[in-house]
Every structure is written in C-alpha cells, then in structure tokens.
C-alpha cells in the first residue's frame, strides 16, 4: 500500500481501532519513533509514511507507519503543553491499524463498463498508483485510440511529442505501446499537457491541447500543499488533500476526451530519429555522446553539459 491508498483507506474508515496506551523508543535527534511495543510484540518501524500534528498549535507528535506490511497510526498525547520546554509530558497511542485495500476498488465503487476499470487496473498495476496526471494521459491515449480507428490505421504508425515528464508518460507507453525505447515518444518537457500526434501513413498531424480549466488549482488546495510541504500539516489536512486529488481523479474519469482535450490539425513535418549506433566522444569531459546530441562549437565536439558550461563561462567573462 502506497501513500495514496493509505489516506483513501482513512478517508473512508478502512481502519480497525485500536486506541491504546504503548511504550515506544523514540529517536530524539531525528524526532522519529523506532518501535512500539504492542501485545508483548515489539514492532520495529520500517518506513515513516507521513509524519503529522494532531493539533493545528502543536509540534508534530503523529506519525503514520510502516512494520513489515502493516500500517499504523501512532502519536504523542501531550498533557499539557509547554513550548519552553524541550520535553513535554505526555504518553503514545497506538490509534488505528490501517486496513489493506485494493486501490483501483476505491474508483469502483459507482458503476463503470467493464473496459473502462480494466484499462485503469492495467495502467494502475504499472505505474504503481492512481493519480491525476495518469487519467489524464489515458483519456488522451482514448481519444487517440478513437482517431486510429475512424481512421483505419495502427498504432505502430504513429510518433507522439509529449511537452510535460508526469504520470500521463506511462498511460501513454502502455495504451499505445509508443514508447521512449521504441523512439516513438519523445518529450520536450514544458511542463504542458499538450500532446504532438504525428500519424506517419497519413502524413498529418495533430495538436492535442488539455483544455480542462477546473483542473486549475483552487486556494483550499494550494494552502494545504503549502503546509504539507512546510510539515505543517495536521492529519486531517492530508486526508483533505488527498481528497481534493481523489476529486480530480473520478471528475476526470467521468469526462468524455473532447472535454479533457482540444485538438487542432498543425503544419505536417516528419519528426527527426536518433541513428542508432552513431556515436561520438565528447572534446571535454571524453563521455560517448549519441551522435545527434552533440553540438559544434569552434571547430570541436561537444555533448550538452559541456558545451553549457563553455558557454556560461563565455558569457560571465563576456566574450563569444
Ligand atoms: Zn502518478
Ligand atoms: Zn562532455
């Protein structure tokens, strides 16, 4: 169970109380528990999943974590708190077990075709969770799908530019099997969810433009990011958030593709291909550079990183 399900699991009380008094070794360097003793068990923490406060006025004293496979939540009750002190009175509770759950259930609960929650347990399966940037990718690899098959034509004809490195890159490289070892995917990283569709029999290509304006981020989910990244968050602030994600997921899901994407016909220009096998030694740091990486500069040879480096040093000492 990852994060994400772990907080769904709370969300939805898949949790078995247990709101008992335990002794636990706690790190006061790095402010870490190391193991509770429960039931005559010690229970050696493996992985701290999140560490939160339970009061908004109170230092961080709750701690969701991982001994073996199972996951608990455990924290400090404060009696009385005093900020002057370094140690404050109190005692740990050992508050819930966290139940496992399979986490593409959780998107199953309303009523969907079949094909739809097998292709999510597909992408799921790979990429590990179930996040926004994935449905996404996957209602853009629909919306493809459908193109491909008003048109007659395969997959295997098909090159894709992707402008953003998220989640969405694996929903692509599984639905359309266009991936960045078969050099049919490349990204250009702008941190946009525009897609560049070159249909190579055609010979047309298409832009895909994510147009889906509620995705925009609203205040409430901004500041809860902002205290989560602060470690300011209190645990009912994680859940929230990742409520607000969960939100974003099954809005998505139920949308149709032309409602997640625009999609415009561009100028047709045959995407460029690495050779494969042509390689070069770069002039300075003597690294094997494929062949098209590299850059001409003064009569040599460079791969990127060093050629940015002569430039930045050309420009600091204000020379060309
Ligand atoms: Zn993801
Ligand atoms: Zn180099």
């Known amino acids: 169970m990852d994060r994400y399900s772990i907080l769904r699991s709370i969300n939805l009380d898949l949790i078995e109380y247990i709101q008992k008094k335990v002794r636990v070794k706690f790190d006061y360097r790095s402010r870490v528990p190391l193991c509770f003793y429960f039931k005559d068990k010690c229970y050696w923490i493996h992985e701290i999943v999140l560490a939160v406060k339970t009061y908004k006025e109170l230092p961080i004293n709750g701690f969701i974590v991982r001994s073996n496979k199972e996951i608990f939540f455990l924290y400090f009750h ?80 098909i090159f894709i530019i992707a402008e953003n490195s998220t989640s969405a890159i694996d929903a692509i490289q599984i639905l359309l099997g266009t991936t960045l070892g078969n050099q049919r995917l490349k990204i250009i990283d702008k941190g946009k969810h525009n897609y560049l569709v070159y249909f190579l029999n055609e010979m047309v290509s298409l832009k895909f433009a994510f147009k889906y304006s509620s995705f925009i981020d609203g205040i409430d989910f901004i500041s809860i990011e902002k205290k989560i990244l602060e470690n300011n968050a209190t645990i009912d602030d ?5 409520d607000l994600i969960d939100n974003k997921i099954t809005t998505l899901m139920n949308l149709s593709p032309s409602d997640v994407f625009n999609v415009e016909k561009i100028q047709w220009k045959e995407p460029e291909y690495e050779i494969s096998g042509s390689y070069f030694m770069c002039s300075s740091c003597k690294e094997i550079v494929l062949r098209s990486k590299l850059i001409y500069y003064k009569g040599k040879f460079y791969c990127s990183t060093c050629f940015n480096k002569i430039k930045c040093r050309a420009e600091y000492l204000n020379i060309q």
């Open 78 to 157: 404060f009696f009385n708190f005093n900020k002057k002190k370094v140690f404050n009175e109190g005692n740990w509770v050992l508050s819930y077990k966290i139940l496992n759950n399979d986490e593409t259930m959780y998107f199953y609960r309303e009523e969907r075709n079949m094909l739809v929650n097998m292709t999510l347990k597909r992408i799921a399966d790979f990429h590990g969770h179930v996040c926004p940037e994935l449905i996404i990718g996957a209602k853009f690899c629909e919306y493809v799908m459908q193109l491909i098959n008003q048109k007659g034509s395969k997959n295997s004809n």
């Open 238 to 242: 994680v859940i929230q958030y990742q």
